[in-house]
Each structure stands twice: as structure tokens, then as C-alpha cells.
């Protein structure tokens, strides 16, 4: 008599959490992470493949995300960092690309506004943006900077009375093509200091080109942003961006949550790959009957597990107002070098079938590129680490 079928969505620890990291949380954040888990199967699941495939962003989903309140579920109205990051974890879980376009609208946008803009900016602003009404982007990459654009910022902002005039191009802007505002950060020819302008993507000279032809994050509009003497009023700088060195205060935060999407890309493959093994047959039984898939299996888990055990610490860190820029550098470095490891250990497994996107796992792997390399390459933060265990700069 044949053996039933393995029902993987009743096995033990189903939902990946193996050590138990989601008893910390309150009741309220159970039930609130609950809930984003069942939008998120009902409403971003069943359409991520198939934007992926055609590189379209669903645009229908920003008023389900303001329905749900979002904005609000990530990191505000009383949640711990733990939640949030949790909650970012399992946006990239259901989909990488929506999660970046959340983590750019919410992470680098909104914290932008948050961390840099004067109050009376901020109360005209982020009510329209919490509410997503005014979905925003962030351009700091350029065509010629990356790394290095801290002191190699080549968009130049020019005073002119109460204006600004921008003039320069970005590159890898994600949401930029649909955005209404854009938080550019610009290098002010009178003090060679960086500063931060909101700008209107409605404004004369102002364009936003889509970048084709990627091969991760397909559903993400990134673009090329090209500006042409861009008159920003003077009440359109934000008030607390002045230097790179504001524009870090930024970056420290959107760090954590870029370590957060490793922990959920890792547990997206994860899922895939263990039912796949529980479901497959060869040679007359599942291939998770062989020793050898069950190992790699065990290997994605310890990553998970170590993964998510750095970022829970770190959270508490953040929580007590103690956690520190390295200690962000070094959770992105770790966690998306992990998480490189276990999206290949996952499409492995499923041989042939990886590579295709019908069976999930092909976008996982690829999107997992893209995790791995913004919001600060695996190089850099782990100088930044190194730079603070050694006292030493090896940073040119």
C-alpha cells in the first residue's frame, strides 16, 4: 500500500522559525505578523512570478498595502524592531522585488523625510507618504559612483537666491519611474558638501529612464534619473541633510532592514526547496529519503538560523538606542554571504527545475544578487567592520 502524501505545510517548524525567535514578540505582534502573512499569500503570492517574469510592476497593490496600513505594520505605532524586521523578513519571503520597493518608499525615502527633514517639513510631507499617497524614491547611486560616491558625488547642486539648481544623473533609482517626489542627494559647489533636495518628479528637467534587461528584481522599476538645471525652492532642502555623514544616518537603518531580506530570501528558499524534496521522487521514493538532500536541507537551516539569531540581537541593540554603524555593516555582510549559499544549496536541489522560473526557485536565486550587492557591497561593510576591530582604515 502506498504511503500517503507528506502534507509539508503541517510537518514541525513549518513556518522555518527552528529556534523559536517569534516567542519573543508580544501577543499583538504575533497576531499583526499573522496577518501580513495572510495578505501576503493572498495578495502578492499568486502574482509575483508572473510580474517578475514581465519585469511589470503591479501598481494595483498600492492601495491594498495603504489599505492594510503598511507603513504602519513595519516599524510604527509601538512595534519593536524585532517585529519590523520580522515583517521585512517575510515581505521578501512572499516577494524580494515588492519587498525592495517598500524598502525604498518606506527605508530610504521615508527615512530620508524622517531622519533629515525639519518638522515643518515633515508635517507636510509624511502624511501623504505614510498614507502612500505620494509614493517617493531615493537617488544616491550614480552612473559613475557607487562605492564611492560619498566623496565622488558628481550631481551638483548650485544656490541661486532661494533656489537650488540640480543638475547631474542617478542610476539603479528604484520606484523612480512612477514616483511623485525623490529625495536626491547632491554635492553643493559653494562647501563641496553633499545635501539633501526633495524633488517634485513633475519639475522641468526632470526624467526618469527604465533600466531593461536585469536579470534580478525584474519587477523593480529602477531607472536612470537625469537632471537638467532642476529648480528646487529653498524650503525643498531638507533642513537636516548637509553632509554624508547625515546621509549615513539614513543608511545605518536601511543596512538593517537589507539584513532582514537575507533572512527572508533565505527562509523563500528554504520553503521551496523542502517541499520540493518532500514532494520529488526518484528511484521510487521522495529525495528527501536521500542522506544528501536531507544535508543541504540542514545546511539552509543553520544559515537561517545563524542568520536570524545576529539579526534578533541586533534588533534588542536597536531597541536599547545602542546598536552601532558596524554592527548594521556586519549583519549585511554576514547574512546576504549566507544567504548567497543557501540559494544556490536550494537550486541545486532542484536540479533542472531550478532554473526555470515556474518552480519559484530560479527568481529566488537571482533576486538574491541584488540583495547581496545594494545598500552597500559585501566588500565595503566588511571594511567598515574591519575599520572598527582594527582602528585601521583600509578604505581608500
Known sequence: MAKPAIDVNNLPYADGDFYGFEQLLTEKEREKL???RDFLAKE???????????????????????????????????????????????FTRADSSLATFMGVHDGLFTGSIEALASEEQKAAWLPDIYAMKKIGAFGLTEPLGGSDVAGG???????????????????????????????IYARDVADNQVKAFMVDTALPGYSATKI????????????????????IPDSFKLAGGNSFRDTNKVLKVTRLAVAWQAVGQQLAAFDVARRYAVERHQ????????????????????????STGMMVRLAQLEDLGQAKDEQSALAK???????????????????????????????????????????????????????AITGISAIV
Open 44 to 90: 502578492v503570492k499568486p502574482i509575483a512570478v508572473d510580474c517578475w517574469n514581465r519585469a511589470e510592476f503591479p501598481m494595483e497593490i498600492i492601495p491594498k498595502l495603504a489599505e492594510l496600513d503598511i507603513m504602519s505594520l513595519v516599524h510604527r505605532q509601538g512595534y519593536s524592531s524585532l517585529f519590523a524586521g520580522l515583517a521585512h523578513a517575510e
Open 34 to 36: 499573522q496577518e501580513l
Open 153 to 183: 558625488t558628481r550631481t551638483t547642486a548650485v544656490r541661486d537666491g532661494e533656489n537650488w539648481i540640480l543638475n547631474g544623473a542617478k542610476r539603479w533609482i528604484g520606484n523612480a519611474t512612477f514616483s511623485d517626489w525623490v529625495v
Open 333 to 387: 555582510a554576514f547574512t546576504t554571504a549566507r544567504m548567497r549559499e543557501t540559494v544556490a544549496m536550494g537550486r541545486s536541489l532542484l536540479g533542472g527545475n531550478g532554473i526555470v522560473t515556474d518552480y519559484e526557485m530560479a527568481k529566488i536565486f537571482a533576486d538574491a544578487e541584488a540583495i547581496y550587492s545594494y545598500e552597500g557591497t559585501y566588500e565595503i561593510n566588511t571594511l567598515v567592520t574591519g575599520r
Open 212 to 231: 531593461e534587461n536585469k536579470t534580478a528584481l525584474r519587477t523593480v522599476q529602477n531607472a536612470d534619473i537625469v537632471l537638467e538645471n532642476v529648480v
Open 283 to 306: 528511484f521510487g521514493r521522495p529525495i528527501a529519503s536521500f542522506q544528501m538532500v536531507q544535508d543541504q536541507l540542514v545546511k539552509m537551516l543553520g544559515n537561517i538560523v545563524a
